[in-house]
């Protein structure tokens, strides 16, 4: 049985760099066939069909079969997995917020078609920003779907933020673990070091002896410094990121399905955790287990960090009034 995966945007930039590398197994692994479904608008066609035939001739042995269309309800039947990918990227000078109006409308029909065609065990992942407000409306259009099935992308910006203490260190990436992103994919987000390790030592305390006061150098140096970065990409590259968010979205579902070993990040229909209102699609520090996230519960959470969480919070209640104004939840 292949696992059959919808991807939205498949003729755009990152539908380009993420289509070789879930075809040649990095998603399932090297046991599991996939099934591709790439859904676009009748403008983004040629770059799908363009990509499908480079598949083919990539001779992928995992790859069982590769659909274009522009309909909603072929392209998600059957769906295990939907990677809500296909939206405008921002520009120089642009928040990310700054796209609920041309984006917003995306997903509410997506949301609905995935409810309508989609397989019983679907798993929701969004990409297109504002991705955490874009998840919500899925979710909300989606009748009968359980709302644990969204999840919005912010395993970017923790990959970013351990990227960045594993430079200050000068350690490994792969020894800088537990370092959660909370909130709205954003420049209001909080990426937390409270509770990271470098090889399993507190980071806080190797920081100290590189940079002075840890406090002063998370404000001034660290949180703009990861909150910032697509902005950053933005203006060295000329337009947004792509191989890196293609990568992280990688890390995001293949966690989400296979489970992980330790904490990650994941922005979920909030239950109430950590005093975040119920319903708003936020960023949590999370495990995958059997196929479910699950709030990594009890942190205890300083005035420092709960600032900068409830900073971050805001927004995303400013964000779902928003898209309540436009009508679309
Ligand atoms: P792109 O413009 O290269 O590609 C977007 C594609 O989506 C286009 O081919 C377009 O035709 C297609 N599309 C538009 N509306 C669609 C719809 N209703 N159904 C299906 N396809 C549709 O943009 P990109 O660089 O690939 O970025 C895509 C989105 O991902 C942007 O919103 C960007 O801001 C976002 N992004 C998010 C993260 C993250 O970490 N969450 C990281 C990088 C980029
Ligand atoms: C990113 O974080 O790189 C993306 O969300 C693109 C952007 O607009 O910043």
Known sequence: MATTITLTGAGG?????????????????????????????????????????????????????????????????????????????RGPGMERADLLAANAGIFGPQGAAIAASAANDVRVSVVGNPAN??????????????????????RLDENRARAQLAATLGAPVADIRRVPIWGNHSASQFPDIAHATVDGRPVAAELAERVGDVRTWLADTFIPRVATRGAEIIEVRGSSSVASAASATIDHVRDWA????????????????YGVPEGLVCSFPVRSVDGHWQ???????DDWSRARIDASVAELSDERDAVRALGML
């Open 295 to 301: 709030v990594v519960e009890g942190l205890d959470v």
């Open 133 to 154: 407000t874009n998840a919500l409306i899925a979710s909300a259009s989606a009748d009968g779907v359980p709302s644990d099935r969204f999840s919005a992308l912010t």
């Open 13 to 89: 930039q990152i539908g380009y760099a993420l289509l070789f590398r879930i075809a040649a197994g990095d998603l399932f692994g090297p046991e599991e066939h996939v099934r591709l479904r790439l859904l676009e608008i009748p403008q983004g066609l040629k770059g799908a069909e363009g990509a499908a035939l480079e598949l083919q001739d990539a001779a992928f042995p995992l790859l069982d079969d590769v659909e274009v269309t522009d309909d909603a309800a072929v392209g998600f039947s059957g769906a295990n997995h939907a990677l809500l990918v296909g939206a405008r990227p």
């Open 258 to 273: 296979r489970g992980t070993d330790d904490w990650t990040s994941a922005a979920i229909v909030s239950r109430g955790e």
